[in-house]
Nanobody, 124 residues
Framework: QLRLVESGGGLVQAGGSLRLSCAVY????????IGWFRQAPGKEREGVSY????????YYADSVKGRFTVSRDDAANTVYLQMNSLKPEDTGVYYC?????????????????WGLGTQVTVSS
């Protein structure tokens, strides 16, 4: 059974950085679309960054473009989300998700496996 475990969240001041990790258990990082999603209080969950482990393509929401970077470490079977220049509006619970696919999947309902999330709080 594939399992995802996020870590790295915390409290940071605006302008600071955090690196989230998504450890994948039960499958290798091949032929997967990996998505990072977040849910702010009182708002719907939204996709912020995506990675295809098949072709290496990445995608970022406009709200995080230039500030967030998604990467992978195949040896550690882990995907990372480096978040720089954090803003208070980046606050929320961050989830990683994965599904088998040769390319990036953008819709939340296309993802089969989800982690439990990690809280990110950015203070002003």
């Amino acid at each position: 059974q594939l399992r995802l475990v996020e870590s790295g969240g915390g409290l940071v001041q605006a302008g600071g950085s955090l690196r989230l990790s998504c450890a994948v258990y039960g499958a290798q990082l091949y032929y997967q679309s990996i998505g990072w999603f977040r849910q702010a209080p009182g708002k719907e969950r939204e996709g912020v960054s995506y990675l295809s482990t098949s072709d290496g393509n990445t995608y970022y929401a406009d709200s995080v473009k230039g500030r967030f970077t998604v990467s992978r470490d195949d040896a550690a079977n882990t995907v990372y989300l480096q978040m720089n220049s954090l803003k208070p509006e980046d606050t929320g619970v961050y989830y990683c998700a994965t599904t088998s696919s040769p390319w990036i999947r953008y819709r939340e309902n296309e993802y089969r496996y989800w982690g439990l999330g990690t809280q990110v709080t950015v203070s002003s």
